[in-house]
C-alpha cells in the first residue's frame, strides 16, 4: 500500500517524550519477535481460517499450503484482503518516486511493512517504517524517518456466493520519527477490505478507511476518509497485474485537501516465496501529486 503519515510540525523534545516513544517501540519490536503461534501438525501446513462465516455460508476451515501463491499488501494502494496465515512471516518492502509539475517531489524507502501470523490463521500482527526525503517547489529539501506504524489485520469472512471476501485492519502510528515527518500524537487507523474473485478469473476489491491525521498548517488533528477501489488480473502464469482509483478525503482540516489518484502496475513471481513489483499512477486533481512510481519485492517465510 502506497500512503503518506500526516505530519506535526509541533514537536516536543522533552525526555519523558522520548522515554515513552522508545519505550512503545521496544514493547511492539519484543511483541513481534517473540510472540508465540501453535505449530501445525506438518511443517508445510498451517491451520486456515476466518474469524467469522456469513451467515447462510457453508464454508469450513482448510489447511493452507506453503506452496500456494504469495498475495501482498503491496504494490497496490487496498491492502489484501487475507492474512498471511498461522506461523507466517512476510517481508514488504519497496521505494517510491513522486514528482510535481512545479518542480517538487520526493521518494520514500524502503517502505518496509512485517507482517506476522499469529495465535490463528485469520490474525497477523504488522509493523510498518519508512524514511522520506522531500524538496519544495523553491528547491528546500527535507527528510527524515516518518513514525511507525503498528496493528493487526483480521481476516473476518471468506467469499460465499456474492458475498465478499473480508478483512479488517486495526492499526495506529507510534510516535518515534524525526521532527519533521513525525509527531507526538498517536494517530489510529480503522479500515475495512474487501473483495470477489469472479468467474472470469479477475478479482474485483475495494477499501473503505478512517484515520486521525495532524493539519500540516495548523498542527491540529483532523479526520481523514479514503476510499479505493481496483481490479486484479492474471498476465502469465507468473506475473499478475492491476488498476486502481483511490482518494483521501479531509474533513475539519485547515490546509490539508481533497486527493484523486489513478494507478497501476504489475508482480511478478520469482519463486513461490519471493515476489517483485512495479506501479506507477498520476492524480486526477491538482491538489493531487501529478505523477508517481516504484518497485518493490515480497518475501515470505
Known sequence: MWKRFAINGNKRNSEMSKFIKYTLLISML??????????????DKLSRGTLLNWSWGEYTATQASMDEPLIGDRPDF????????????????????TDNDDG???KTYPELLLRKGIYAEWLELRLA??????????????KGSEDMSVGFKIALTAQEDNAPETSLIL???VPSGDDVFGGDD???????????????????????????????GSGDAY???????????????????????????????ETE?????????????????????????????????????????????
Open 171 to 173: 492499526e495506529m502510528s
Open 223 to 253: 479526520l481523514e476518509y479514503s476510499q479505493a477501489i481496483g481490479v486484479g488480473f492474471g498476465l502469465t502464469e507468473k506475473m499478475g497485474g492491476y488498476f486502481e482509483w483511490f482518494c483521501m478525503i479531509p474533513d475539519g482540516a
Open 257 to 301: 485537501v481533497q486527493q484523486h489518484y489513478m494507478d497501476g502496475g504489475v508482480a511478478l513471481s520469482v519463486t513461490k516465496d519471493l515476489q517483485l513489483d512495479w506501479r506507477a499512477g498520476f492524480g486526477l486533481n491538482d491538489d493531487a501529486d501529478d505523477f508517481f512510481t516504484g518497485v518493490g519485492l515480497i518475501y515470505r517465510w
Open 129 to 142: 517504517w519508512s524514511y522520506a526525503e522531500e524538496v519544495t517547489s523553491a528547491g528546500a529539501k527535507t
Open 30 to 43: 519484543s511483541m513481534f519477535l517473540f510472540s508465540t503461534a501453535a505449530v501445525a501438525q506438518d511443517d
Open 78 to 97: 487496498i491492502e489484501a484482503s487475507t492474512t498471511v496465515g498461522l506461523g507466517v512471516n512476510q517481508l514488504e518492502m519497496g521505494w517510491t518516486f
Open 104 to 106: 517538487s517531489g520526493g
Open 186 to 216: 498517536t494517530l489510529p487507523t480503522v479500515m475495512y477490505i474487501y473483495a470477489w474473485e469472479l468467474d472470469n478469473g479477475m478479482t474485483l476489491a475495494g477499501q473503505t478507511a478512517f484515520n486521525r491525521a495532524i493539519d500540516s
